[in-house]
């Protein structure tokens, strides 16, 4: 009755004076235009024709971009556009945004990337309301030809619909080497399972060489991912032989088994980490030893204990290893696990490039307890990195008690001669107690700047009990003819530092070819400092970046 009532109607102004003229004169026939249109005016049961006549295709150069806005709640006769304009759009960009409908044709084979939005749907919408319209549009779009011949990479952001996957994958054939999943924000793939997204992605994409997944929200994860239930991705691993970057959760990678026989070209491995809090999920975080030896793996980025990792490296030996990222998990301070993990890599790693160690799990206790106000750690620690000679960038998070003497910070230097970036990050321990403690044991990075000659970027974040008269950094600039970028930075803004003096200090050692940033770190400050120091020491920050702007 709804088909009758339509045909007899709807679409007489579409066909004659409306529509077809602003049809572009591509493959897709006029047909599927109106078999498109009238499956979605039949689920809105709504004579808005002119809102359904702005169905084309957003494309630019090297882009098309596929914008999906459903209603967040049915209406009645299951209407998919209401009166606000939210309705299934696809529209021609100009170069400032705007959406227009045009009659030039669509430059189907010159398009490299295709990227489907999904926004998010209310709870009380059914799927396969959205399924029926969202199968006739991609029928409208998908000839028997190829509709995107030169096509090589795909961005997709599914909804909470496992068929989604079988919709995005009619786009999909040979040619595509790029694939990149993610998820809409606060939205999780509830019945969208990783098993069914490999099947049918693999066998379309036999040759994908990039796959990057994001992870999603905290009780859709634990709901999907749950640990009696493992996604086992080396299943589908004899379908990806060209593979050569991952990016997937944690409990995607940790489920990987003998990487070179399942992934014998794969270069990149990163572990996406979690923002989630951890006590809602249970995932093996520390007890993981994946088979890496042998492989072609050149970056490497994981979420580990240090001991943990001092496993994996000494065990595979991974001798292309370039960049490691890792998260260490550090439950107190302590330098030997820090000091058996760069013997590791100094043993393990002599092609090592980039280094980044960041120390999670410390953070809650560390700027509140005076008993780790003591709490050294000896520079020696990084001894064992002379053996990665070509070392060029070290970012390392280390607690603000770190013992720097002037022999250690030279030493330093001298075991990293090609260290061209470093960013160093003192975590603020000991809490109110020792709030005015000055570390002036922190000047002597002069000495291991002078000692880096190719040293190009410094950042340091630091402690906000520091004055920034205890970090002299005038010979940096002098000592080092390539030195491009100084940054300072806090854990939290601080009222040590006058706006007046900072600005005056910094205009006299930068050079016109050298930036300096003082980027304020107020999200730490509020363990250990009054709310109203908070508020004067982001003034005074603020206040420094004013004046610090005329002397740039």
């Given at each position: 009755?709804?088909?009758?009532?339509?045909?007899?109607?709807?679409?007489?102004?579409?066909?004659?004076?409306?529509?077809?003229?602003?049809?572009?004169?591509?493959?897709?026939?006029?047909?599927?235009?109106?078999?498109?249109?009238?499956?979605?005016?039949?689920?809105?049961?709504?004579?808005?024709?002119?809102?359904?006549?702005?169905?084309?295709?957003?494309?630019?150069?090297?882009?098309?971009?596929?914008?999906?806005?459903?209603?967040?709640?049915?209406?009645?006769?299951?209407?998919?556009?209401?009166?606000?304009?939210?309705?299934?759009?696809?529209?021609?960009?100009?170069?400032?945004?705007?959406?227009?409908?045009?009659?030039?044709?669509?430059?189907?084979?010159?398009?490299?990337?295709?990227?489907?939005?999904?926004?998010?749907?209310?709870?009380?919408?059914?799927?396969?309301?959205?399924?029926?319209?969202?199968?006739?549009?991609?029928?409208?779009?998908?000839?028997?030809?190829?509709?995107?011949?030169?096509?090589?990479?795909?961005?997709?952001?599914?909804?909470?619909?496992?068929?989604?996957?079988?919709?995005?994958?009619?786009?999909?054939?040979?040619?595509?080497?790029?694939?990149?999943?993610?998820?809409?924000?606060?939205?999780?793939?509830?019945?969208?399972?990783?098993?069914?997204?490999?099947?049918?992605?693999?066998?379309?994409?036999?040759?994908?060489?990039?796959?990057?997944?994001?992870?999603?929200?905290?009780?859709?994860?634990?709901?999907?991912?749950?640990?009696?239930?493992?996604?086992?991705?080396?299943?589908?691993?004899?379908?990806?032989?060209?593979?050569?970057?991952?990016?997937?959760?944690?409990?995607?990678?940790?489920?990987?088994?003998?990487?070179?026989?399942?992934?014998?070209?794969?270069?990149?491995?990163?572990?996406?980490?979690?923002?989630?809090?951890?006590?809602?999920?249970?995932?093996?975080?520390?007890?993981?030893?994946?088979?890496?030896?042998?492989?072609?793996?050149?970056?490497?980025?994981?979420?580990?204990?240090?001991?943990?990792?001092?496993?994996?490296?000494?065990?595979?030996?991974?001798?292309?290893?370039?960049?490691?990222?890792?998260?260490?998990?550090?439950?107190?301070?302590?330098?030997?696990?820090?000091?058996?993990?760069?013997?590791?890599?100094?043993?393990?790693?002599?092609?090592?490039?980039?280094?980044?160690?960041?120390?999670?799990?410390?953070?809650?206790?560390?700027?509140?307890?005076?008993?780790?106000?003591?709490?050294?750690?000896?520079?020696?620690?990084?001894?064992?990195?002379?053996?990665?000679?070509?070392?060029?960038?070290?970012?390392?998070?280390?607690?603000?008690?770190?013992?720097?003497?002037?022999?250690?910070?030279?030493?330093?230097?001298?075991?990293?001669?090609?260290?061209?970036?470093?960013?160093?990050?003192?975590?603020?321990?000991?809490?109110?107690?020792?709030?005015?403690?000055?570390?002036?044991?922190?000047?002597?990075?002069?000495?291991?700047?002078?000692?880096?000659?190719?040293?190009?970027?410094?950042?340091?974040?630091?402690?906000?009990?520091?004055?920034?008269?205890?970090?002299?950094?005038?010979?940096?600039?002098?000592?080092?003819?390539?030195?491009?970028?100084?940054?300072?930075?806090?854990?939290?803004?601080?009222?040590?530092?006058?706006?007046?003096?900072?600005?005056?200090?910094?205009?006299?050692?930068?050079?016109?070819?050298?930036?300096?940033?003082i980027p304020p770190r107020p999200h730490w400050s509020a363990r250990w400092q009054h709310e109203d120091t908070i508020a004067a020491g982001t003034e005074r920050l603020k206040q420094a970046f004013v004046l610090l702007s005329?002397?740039?």
């Open positions: 009755m709804i088909r009758a009532r339509m045909m007899a109607s709807r679409f007489r102004p579409l066909s004659s004076s409306l529509f077809l003229p602003l049809l572009p004169a591509t493959r897709m026939g006029v047909g599927h235009i109106l078999e498109l249109v009238r499956m979605i005016l039949a689920l809105a049961d709504k004579q808005d024709v002119a809102a359904c006549a702005r169905v084309c295709s957003a494309w630019t150069e090297d882009a098309l971009d596929i914008v999906w806005r459903e209603l967040p709640s049915p209406l009645p006769l299951m209407r998919l556009v209401d009166e606000s304009g939210l309705y299934p759009t696809m529209s021609w960009q100009t170069g400032q945004g705007q959406a227009i409908i045009s009659s030039k044709p669509i430059p189907w084979a010159r398009i490299r990337k295709f990227t489907m939005r999904v926004k998010r749907m209310g709870f009380d919408c059914t799927p396969w309301k959205t399924q029926i319209a969202s199968f006739a549009l991609f029928k409208a779009l998908s000839p028997d030809a190829p509709l995107l011949p030169n096509l090589e990479e795909v961005v997709v952001f599914p909804s909470s619909e496992m068929r989604w996957v079988q919709l995005v994958a009619m786009f999909l054939h040979p040619g595509v080497r790029r694939l990149e999943i993610r998820h809409p924000e606060g939205d999780g793939p509830s019945y969208f399972t990783y098993p069914d997204f490999f099947r049918e992605f693999s066998e379309r994409c036999p040759h994908l060489e990039y796959l990057t997944i994001h992870g999603c929200s905290t009780l859709t994860l634990y709901r999907v991912w749950r640990p009696e239930d493992p996604i086992n991705l080396a299943r589908y691993a004899g379908m990806f032989p060209g593979l050569v970057h991952l990016s997937a959760p944690e409990a995607v990678v940790r489920h990987l088994e003998n990487i070179p026989t399942t992934f014998p070209n794969l270069k990149r491995l990163i572990e996406v980490t979690s923002l989630y809090p951890k006590p809602y999920v249970q995932l093996p975080r520390h007890h993981w030893e994946p088979h890496i030896a042998n492989t072609r793996i050149e970056t490497l980025a994981l979420s580990l204990t240090l001991a943990c990792a001092s496993t994996i490296i000494t065990t595979n030996h991974p001798s292309h290893l370039r960049t490691l990222l890792l998260e260490a998990h550090m439950p107190r301070i302590d330098q030997q696990p820090l000091r058996q993990f760069l013997q590791a890599l100094g043993g393990s790693c002599p092609a090592l490039e980039d280094l980044t160690v960041r120390w999670t799990g410390i953070l809650s206790h560390l700027m509140h307890d005076p008993q780790l106000a003591n709490t050294e750690i000896d520079a020696t620690v990084f001894d064992p990195l002379a053996h990665c000679t070509l070392l060029s960038s070290l970012d390392i998070t280390i607690p603000s008690s770190l013992t720097f003497n002037e022999n250690g910070a030279a030493g330093l230097a001298t075991i990293l001669p090609n260290l061209q970036i470093c960013r160093l990050t003192f975590i603020p321990i000991g809490g109110p107690a020792v709030e005015q403690r000055t570390l002036p044991e922190l000047g002597t990075l002069v000495p291991f700047a002078q000692h880096c000659r190719r040293l190009q970027e410094l950042s340091l974040v630091l402690d906000p009990r520091i004055s920034i008269d205890d970090v002299d950094m005038t010979t940096i600039v002098a000592f080092n003819p390539e030195f491009r970028k100084l940054s300072i930075g806090q854990f939290a803004p601080s009222v040590n530092w006058d706006p007046e003096s900072v600005a005056q200090y910094l205009s006299n050692l930068v050079p016109k070819y050298c930036s300096v940033k005329g002397f740039l």
